[in-house]
């Protein structure tokens, strides 16, 4: 498989709509791949809190409208990143949408883990409830987002409901940029996975992001990496090799704790 993680600079001196035109491009550009990524709220910035309300979009807005024709002239699978959603409820969400080459929406996730310590999107957003895998020709992909990232058993989880590909699109600070890197390869060693992690570059809400997309193997091993600043990060990969490694390696058959509840 041919992946492209697109690591857009967010940035106040650009609007939101001319960001959108400027990432479907960019998606288009990438015809040929099989997967395209985009990260966490790179329509608003995922430390822009106060612009949440103001920029958030019903599930089929804008930004829907855009990456799904985007998805269809590309002819790729795309993760189109996060949104600011507002439920039909009237409450915000974290909302990642992933499309089929076709330009059909294939599924969304509500991130359920909000960062902010009881602030932000803490208590801006709704949390949401279920893991999200979806099934391509190659592989199967796990959904999670940016904070998900910190809390293992969401990707154990994935892995029980047969994720081979764990996606993570972010906004995550330039701060904290070791965790970033530390907790991408952690995920991909503990669940013999794929780790696609796409992050954002420039300043949210004067943020500075920590860029640096990544994609690690199931041995933990960095097949690419980016830089800070934006970039199309290009990679192709086996997705057999996941079940080589469970099969060379099968430490996912010793697990004790957290095992699912069998079915009756």
Known sequence: MRASLLQIAVNEDESAE???????????????????????????????????????????????????????????????????????????????????????????????????????????????????????????????TCYDLRFPELFRSLVDAGAETLVVPAGWPERRRSHWTLLAQARAVENQAFVLACGTAGTHAGVPQAGHSIVVDPWGEVLAEAGADEEVLTVEFDPAKVARTREQFPALKDRVLGLPTPRR
Not at 70 to 90: C, I, N, Q, T
């Open 18 to 144: 001319v960001r959108r035109v400027r990432a479907a491009a960019l998606v288009r550009d990438q015809a040929g791949a099989d997967l395209v990524v985009l990260p966490e709220l790179w329509t608003t910035g995922a430390f822009a809190f106060e612009e949440f309300g103001s920029q958030a979009e019903p599930l089929e807005g804008p930004t829907y409208e855009a990456m799904a024709k985007a998805a269809g002239d590309a002819g790729v699978w795309l993760h189109a990143g996060s949104v600011p959603e507002r439920g039909s409820d009237g409450q915000l969400y974290n909302t990642s949408l992933v499309f089929s080459p076709s330009g059909d929406l294939a599924a969304s996730y509500r991130k359920i883990h909000r960062f902010g310590f009881d602030k932000g999107e803490a208590v801006l957003m709704g949390a949401g409830r279920e893991p999200v895998t979806v099934r391509l020709p190659d592989t199967t992909l796990g959904v999670a």
